[in-house]
């Protein structure tokens, strides 16, 4: 067989009880590392350490004190990609800085296929002079070995075939250049004999394999150290004894796989760095779908053997609406009218209406924000006298700049160069959904790849994504990895004087019924023509499938009173005031949270994908302090062998 890596995806149904004794319930991908196997027994021992992963992150997300219960196992996954295994060829000479002798290495000087092989021979058969020389006595040494079924140049998936045939661990190392090495197979066999091979390449896709006659020789005489050093074959960390090293071994593979880990520098520290991040983002996108939810049948095993099978519904959401706003932090004239559409391709025109939000907010950075700096005489003698740069806090030196307020041309202070040229007004337009990683963003992933733009993704799994971008400009995030509440929650805590956009939209009556929770019939939205339905749904079609629960009477009350209120016909008024109302509170609610912030941390959650970043960079700023970064690999390891979750 070929090559191939794979993961699997395990689909769990799970639930688990929320306020007022109601239930949710919500479907969950548990997801293995990715394995590789080069041939059938691979296979085997792979799978079944992906089972033993899948399993383990089942139980770690129960014991994270999430209370979900397993109902079911909806499906199983396997995702495959075949991949074209390394293997080695004839005589390549050896990159110049790795060619000293000093690096242990011996490059058979073949003209055949057999590079893997008479490097075998000369590790078996060693000579201290011309090493490198195929001679009689190495062929008929040939016999000695059990190369039988192999087909040369040997692939790495071969390997496992010659190692049970010879008894012999044969790992073989990468080599990416500027004295740099790397693990590619690393054996799990326990025979006593073994060999390192390094397995070098070329712009033409040759290969060729080289003998390592010392491992550590070879490691030790690119790492700088005067010392003799015992290298770990996982992760080529440096240790100062054999000791030291079989301590580290075991749990070297369980953390770090089969990886080249490099550590910082001893006493390397991080500090504050992303001070561009104190500058408010001028534009924010804040948007929302609504869908219909197609019902499907499909087959499942049924639960009752006379039946040959039954019928389970589920429901395909497909977008039919969306609304947005964009909002200007500096000046809200520059503020964008709320926009809507209704359409079963309502995900297309999205994405080209967001484009063409983002192309207006540019030129406005460009044309608006790009005032000349207004200066005292006052500022202009304290610019003079001024020690420390504004921006980054350090000593300026001779390197000094005068850094002025694009937004309103006042002076801010002397900076270096380079801090002044980083610190501006950025372009970037994120566009924030709450919820982008569980809902929002399947709807556009799916019309995403219509357009010809470099499209970069940060998953969260394979199903989720914690934010991706669209060209250079777009930049979708979302506000639950800030708030993690539901916007009816997020609203509750917001005081009336905090809703700048909903209260600049209604006032009186209107605000105070467009602020209260609104409710909608989801389910009952299974076609688009159902917004022409005239008067406000039963109470029994605003149930949810999901939370198995029907609406409160109090909260269909209200809809009635907001049907009422305002007027309303059809369905597609309730929809479109639903949508509006979802879009303009969301934005004051994230609005509220960068002013907050801004105030308390001088940072700009709008440049970040998620509050553990934000938190981060707060942390380090409001400090001040400088924190060194792990250096020693046994500490690393005892903090990774400590995550849970």
Not at 292 to 309: A, F, G, M, T, Y
Not at 465 to 473: A, D, E, M, R, T
Request: hydrophobic share 35%.
């Amino acid at each position: 067989m070929g090559g191939l890596k794979y993961t699997e995806t395990i689909k769990v149904r799970m639930s688990k009880e929320i306020d007022n004794g109601k239930t949710k319930k919500d479907s969950i991908y548990f997801k293995s590392k990715t394995g590789t196997a080069t041939n059938f027994e691979d296979i085997e021992s792979t799978a079944a350490q992906n089972q033993l992963t899948i399993l383990s992150r089942i139980e770690t997300f129960q014991n994270l004190g999430s209370n979900w219960i397993i109902l079911n196992i909806e499906s199983h996954y396997v995702n495959i990609a075949m991949y074209k295994p390394l293997k080695g060829s004839s005589y390549m000479k050896l990159p110049e800085d790795i060619s000293n002798p000093k690096c242990g290495l011996i490059n058979m000087k073949n003209n055949d296929d057999r590079c893997f092989l008479w490097s075998h021979v000369r590790h078996l058969n060693p000579k201290t002079r011309r090493a490198t020389t195929i001679t009689r006595k190495d062929r008929k040494f040939v016999d000695n070995l059990d190369y039988s079924g192999i087909d040369f140049p040997v692939k790495i998936s071969d390997i496992d075939k010659i190692e049970r045939k010879n008894s012999i661990n044969i790992s073989v190392f990468g080599y990416k250049g500027k004295k740099q090495f790397y693990p590619i197979r690393n054996s799990k066999a326990k025979y006593d004999e073994h060999m390192e091979l390094l397995l070098l390449g070329d712009e033409n896709g040759n290969n060729h394999y080289v003998l390592i006659k010392d491992v550590n020789r070879m490691l030790f005489s690119v790492s700088g150290y005067t010392h003799k050093k015992h290298f770990c074959l996982h992760c080529l960390h440096s240790c100062v004894s054999e000791e030291v090293l079989e301590k580290h071994k075991e749990t070297c593979l369980e953390v770090n796989g089969t990886q080249a880990t490099k550590l910082p520098k001893e006493g390397t520290k991080i500090k504050f760095k992303n001070h561009r991040n104190s500058m408010p983002v001028p534009f924010v996108i804040y948007a929302d779908f609504e869908s219909i939810l197609v019902p499907e049948e499909r087959k499942v095993d049924s639960e009752n053997p006379e039946d040959k099978s039954s019928t389970d519904l589920y429901q395909t959401h497909k977008a039919c609406s969306f609304g947005l706003k964009t909002v200007c932090h500096y000046d809200d004239k520059y503020s964008g009218e709320y926009m809507s559409y209704v359409g079963e391709d309502a995900a297309l025109v999205f994405l080209k209406t967001v484009l063409k939000e983002s192309f207006k907010c540019r030129d406005m950075v460009n044309k608006i924000f790009k005032k000349k700096m207004v200066i005292t005489p006052e500022e202009e003698a304290e610019f003079w006298k001024t020690r420390n740069c504004s921006i980054c806090g350090n000593d300026l030196g001779e390197d000094r700049v005068r850094d002025h307020d694009h937004v309103t041309g006042l002076y801010r202070g002397a900076a270096h160069n380079i801090c002044n040229l980083k610190y501006r007004i950025t372009w970037k337009v994120p566009v924030v959904f709450h919820n982008l990683r569980g809902y929002d963003s399947h709807l556009i992933i799916q019309e995403i790849g219509k357009f010809k733009m470099n499209i970069n993704v940060i998953p969260n799994t394979m199903e989720k994504y914690i934010s991706f971008s669209l060209g250079k400009n777009i930049v979708f995030i979302d506000s639950i990895q800030f708030m993690a509440s539901s916007l009816e929650a997020l609203v509750s805590n917001l005081s009336p004087e905090d809703f700048k956009i909903v209260g600049k939209r209604w006032k009186g009556e209107d605000f105070n019924l467009v602020t209260q929770k609104g409710v909608f019939p989801y389910e009952f939205l299974d076609d688009i023509s159902k917004l022409n339905t005239e008067g406000l749904p039963s109470r029994d079609k605003f149930y949810s499938s999901l939370y198995e629960s029907e609406v409160k009477d109090e909260d269909y009350q209200r809809a009635l009173k907001v049907w009422d209120h305002f007027g309303m016909k059809t369905m597609r008024d309730y929809h479109d005031l639903y949508l509006e109302t979802d879009v303009l509170l969301l934005a004051d609610v994230f609005e509220n949270f960068r002013r907050t912030c801004l105030e308390n941390y001088k940072l700009d959650p709008a440049h970040y994908m998620s509050a553990p970043g934000l938190s981060w960079d707060a942390f380090l700023k409001q400090s001040g302090e400088e924190i060194e970064l792990v250096s020693d690999m046994d500490m690393l390891q005892f903090f990774e062998k400590g995550m849970r979750g």
